[in-house]
């Protein structure tokens, strides 16, 4: 087996189906519009799933199909059912079993609702909070409110018997509100989890924490998690994972092929357009001169390399093998990446880690 298969052992296909989306998020990172994108063609799908599959049946591992996005995946559900479909195949054909999830706004049909309820193993709900919070972060295209459609869609999962996860992104306005966040979630929305993730830094648009916001944002975290604990509700963040050795969320280091709109596999997250992916250096995937798609082996072990380090300043901090590096706030794989040490999320990551110890 060859070094880069032995690192890169991929586990999991995240699809972004476009970067349209019918919201206008004050913070979105992906600048989603409202235009109609070309459709990932079925052949690309097929072929990213048959890499997964394959590579999870050899480790006797399932897969998990990711519908995710720099927009919103269930805008077209006739699409999300075609992908849904193909990689379905893919993973019965490989004798693997798979698991499904989508990342959803809410401000849907009922009947794309009812259909993603059915047909997905765990759905994620994004909202932030009570009608005041809501609705001001995370408006329609056209400024109307989005906090009664995201309700009833919460009541429609419920009714549907689906197993759905609250996700509220945490901003400056909301730092000392967490607990409410959460007691809206657990009361109206009745959610299986609240996850709380702190806004990531759009310095052109809304910029993210300060390193001085640490101590609030992980006070009210743990009230809001104490609360959550009282009513038997999990109540998480991806910057407390104590039971998971982890570095940043770059795609390699997870073992997710990622592919984006354009038919390319990205390994940033952040990174949902072909252009941006080249600029950063974190196009990973795309169809070869074979005329299928295949993955940038190069690529994959360039970044592993560099993203897969312990900066000089992190070496010797008690979490440096338990720490986001920053991500996605900074980029360690950019050579321009301001400082690691100190910032919001390096201060919240260790205050966290010191409750754990403590607890």
């Known amino acids: 087996m060859d070094t880069v298969a032995m690192m890169f052992q991929p586990e999991c296909l995240t699809v972004f189906l476009s970067n349209r989306c019918n919201l206008a998020c004050s913070y979105c990172h992906s600048v989603a519009s409202a235009r109609r994108e070309p459709p990932l063609s079925s052949e690309v799908v097929a072929d990213a799933a048959r890499i997964v599959a394959r590579s999870c049946a050899e480790r006797g591992v399932p897969m998990t199909l990711v519908l995710h996005g720099g927009g919103e995946p269930l ?147 743990l009230e809001a998690r104490r609360y959550g604990a009282e009513l038997g509700v999990p109540v998480t963040t991806s910057l407390l994972r104590p039971e998971e050795p982890h570095g940043p969320y770059c795609n390699v280091l997870r073992h997710v092929v990622n592919l984006a709109p354009g038919d390319f596999a990205t390994g940033c997250f952040v990174e949902s357009r072909a252009q941006g992916a080249l600029r950063r250096g974190v196009h990973i995937g795309s169809v070869g001169i074979s005329g299928r798609f295949e993955l940038d082996d190069a690529r994959i072990a360039a970044l592993i390399a560099v993203c897969g380090r312990v900066p000089e300043e992190c070496m010797g901090c008690p979490i440096e093998h338990a720490c986001s590096r920053g991500c996605p706030d900074v980029c360690i794989a950019m050579q321009d990446a301001v400082r690691l040490h100190d910032t919001f999320r390096c201060r919240a990551q260790r205050l966290l880690a010191g409750e754990v110890a403590l607890a």
Request: proline fraction near 5%; charged fraction near 25%.
């Open 75 to 221: 805008l077209d559900r006739e699409d999300a059912a075609r992908v849904l479909g193909i990689v379905c195949l893919q993973a019965e054909s490989a004798r693997v079993a798979l698991s499904t999830y989508v990342a959803t706004n809410g401000v849907l049909p009922e009947a794309t609702v009812r259909w993603a309820a059915a047909g997905f193993d765990l759905i994620g709900l994004s909202c932030d909070g009570p009608a005041d919070v809501q609705d001001v972060q995370r408006p329609r295209r056209d400024g109307g409110s989005t906090s009664t459609i995201v309700e009833r869609t919460a009541a429609i999962l419920r009714e549907g018997g689906a197993h759905f996860h609250v996700r509220a992104t945490i901003t400056a306005a909301t730092l000392t509100r967490q607990r409410d966040v959460v007691a809206y979630a657990i009361e109206v929305l009745k959610p299986a989890e609240v996850r709380l993730e702190p806004v990531y830094d759009n310095p052109s648009r809304v910029p993210g924490l300060m390193a001085e916001d640490a101590s609030a944002f992980v006070e009210g975290f």
